[in-house]
């Protein structure tokens, strides 16, 4: 079977492969025939190269120090905004601890009144600080903001999941719940 020819020329004698230059001959291509593409750049561009990753590094290690220096002066204003609160509280301490150092005969009526200025004044330092509390008797159950521990039979049908009982007021700080009122529910449910 014949070969055909080749519309390319005569390929066996290898003279048509003039354009992958695949000789032991040297290359036409020179330095000085080539195109410069960093040429005399190349210097300033690693130059250039250097100083932006070294002003990264700077900004990078600047972040750091301004993240920690934050970080450490939030402590200490929520370490100076509870001293302050604490402050607060040692008068009201101060008055509890004289109150039972006092003498063992003072009248029990007296101690009363005594315990009961100091219950006031402790209540008017929690609620300039934001605390609130929450005894919800009458108002409808509110699992986000009562723990139901008992249920009672409704009196009237209107009363069904309405709070009838608080054993444990709840409280809130600055409108965060701190501690949900423990109460007791009326219910059909309950057992009569």
Do not use: C
Not at 39 to 48: I, P
């Amino acid at each position: 079977m014949a070969v055909p020819e080749s519309d390319t020329g005569d390929s066996a004698d290898g003279e048509d492969i003039a354009s992958t230059d695949m000789s032991s001959e040297p290359s036409s291509r020179t330095d000085e025939t080539q195109p410069q593409f960093l040429g005399g750049q190349d210097t300033r561009l690693e130059d250039d190269l250097a100083e932006l990753k070294d002003r990264h590094l700077r900004l990078a290690a600047e972040y750091d120090n301004y993240r920690k220096r934050s970080s450490r002066e939030r402590a200490e204003l929520a370490d100076r905004a509870q001293a302050s609160f604490v402050a607060k509280l040692l008068d009201v301490l101060d008055d509890l601890d004289r109150l039972v150092a006092s003498d063992p005969s003072t009248p029990l009526t007296s101690l009363r009144e005594g315990l009961s200025a100091v219950d006031r004044k402790l209540w008017k330092e929690l609620q300039d600080a934001g605390v609130e509390r929450i005894d919800p008797v009458g108002t409808p159950f509110d699992p986000a903001l009562h723990e139901a521990v008992s249920t009672t039979p409704a009196p009237e049908r209107s009363k069904e999941h309405v709070v009838s009982a608080t054993f444990q007021p709840g409280y809130r700080f600055k409108g965060t719940m701190v501690r949900p009122a423990r109460v007791q529910v009326y219910s059909e449910q309950a057992q009569r």
